[in-house]
């Protein structure tokens, strides 16, 4: 074995590792907006009135996920972005069969 075919075997190892890695570390963007937009869309459908307990506990995990974003604890933001996002469904959930009874 050459040199040059170990250190391709090598990278060829690495790579995935380190992108792996990368995106573990990366700032949860996506997460954050969806969470956002799933609040909106639960106040939209009058969660405020028909699901406030839900609606506030989506509101209450965002904002931990933006207070762990600020101290660069991306994967604590991710998590309770994650979370909050499906508080928030449940929330918009919960109004839209209150809406309907």
């Known amino acids: 074995m050459t040199i040059a075919s170990a250190a391709s075997g090598f990278t060829t190892l690495l790579a995935p590792l380190l992108l ?13 907006s969806d969470a956002r937009q ?16 839900q609606l506030k506990a989506a509101s209450d995990l965002l904002t931990a996920a933006e207070q762990a974003l600020l101290g660069y604890r991306y994967r604590e933001a991710r998590m309770q972005a994650e ?15 209150a809406r309907q009874n």
């Open 83 to 97: 979370k909050a996002l499906r508080e928030a469904q449940a929330a918009l959930e919960a109004a839209n069969v």
């Open 20 to 32: 792996c890695l990368s995106g573990c570390a990366a700032a949860p963007v996506q997460e954050m």
């Open 38 to 53: 799933a609040i909106g869309a639960a106040r939209a459908a009058g969660a405020e009135e028909r699901a406030p307990e």
